[in-house]
């Protein structure tokens, strides 16, 4: 399940996006960036949220780890800044959480806004307290190893999204999304016509229902076999 291929690297220091797109990527819901282009990827349904009742829209810190492995996800920790996300590729492995409460702390106090895991967390009680959203595919008491290897800002490979170092990563309710840091601008406006667009057909099923707003006989008509 785990394609990294660069173990064992270190990378201090990455390039991030402007800030102006960081806020305005983050007015968006993720619903809308997603059809916005393909080039946003949207992260597998089962990383959910597990803690925390806040939406965020940040750069990504990546890190890549072996599967159950905590050296990498907390040797992360001391070179978060503020505004970012931790995106951690544990593999999709479930039955090890790779970060908790101390770290939470420790990267909500450096000023992380949000920690996405493709694996398992704990202490979420913990975490909640450090003030820091986190999703995760579950919650698990124990750890495994501390041993590596493991990767901090390389591409990484959750679950089929690939990230890059500096990515945006926007999370709401619904889900999380990566946005390509080059792409952001282009991403951006694709999306506010879609947010427009989306008013626009609120207030056409008002007055034609939404069969009529969407032009769905229309759909059924040249899609129906015969
Ligand atoms: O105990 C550990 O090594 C890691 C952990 O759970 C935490 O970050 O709270």
Redesign the pocket.
């Known amino acids: 399940m785990n394609r990294n291929q660069q173990p064992w690297i270190l990378n201090a220091e990455i390039t991030r996006p402007d800030r102006h797109l960081v806020d305005a990527l983050g007015e968006i819901e993720t619903g809308n960036l997603a059809d916005a282009s393909p080039l946003v990827q949207v992260f597998p349904s089962a990383i959910r949220r597990l803690v925390g009742d806040r939406d965020f829209c940040g750069p990504a810190l990546t890190v890549w780890t072996n599967p159950g492995d905590?050296l990498y996800p907390?040797r992360s920790a001391d070179l978060v800044e503020a505004g970012d996300v931790v995106v951690i590729d544990g593999g999709g492995w479930t039955e090890a959480?790779l970060?908790?409460?101390?770290?939470?702390g420790v990267v909500a106090a450096r000023g992380a806004v949000g920690i996405v895991v493709d694996g398992a967390i704990?202490?979420l009680a913990?975490i909640a307290e450090a003030g820091i959203p986190a999703y995760a595919r579950c919650a698990i008491p124990g750890?495994q190893t501390?041993a590596g290897p493991g990767s901090i800002n390389t591409a990484i490979d959750c679950s089929g999204v690939r990230i890059e170092p500096g990515d945006l990563i926007r999370a709401d309710e619904t889900g999380v999304v990566v946005i390509p840091r080059k792409a952001a601008a282009e991403v951006l406006a694709a999306a506010r016509k879609v947010a427009e667009a989306e008013a626009g057909w609120i207030a056409a099923a008002r007055e034609q229902g939404l069969s009529g707003a969407l032009g769905l006989d229309a759909v059924i008509e040249a899609n129906r076999p015969g």
């Open positions: 905590l907390l959480a970060i908790g409460e101390i770290y939470a704990r202490d913990g750890k501390l």
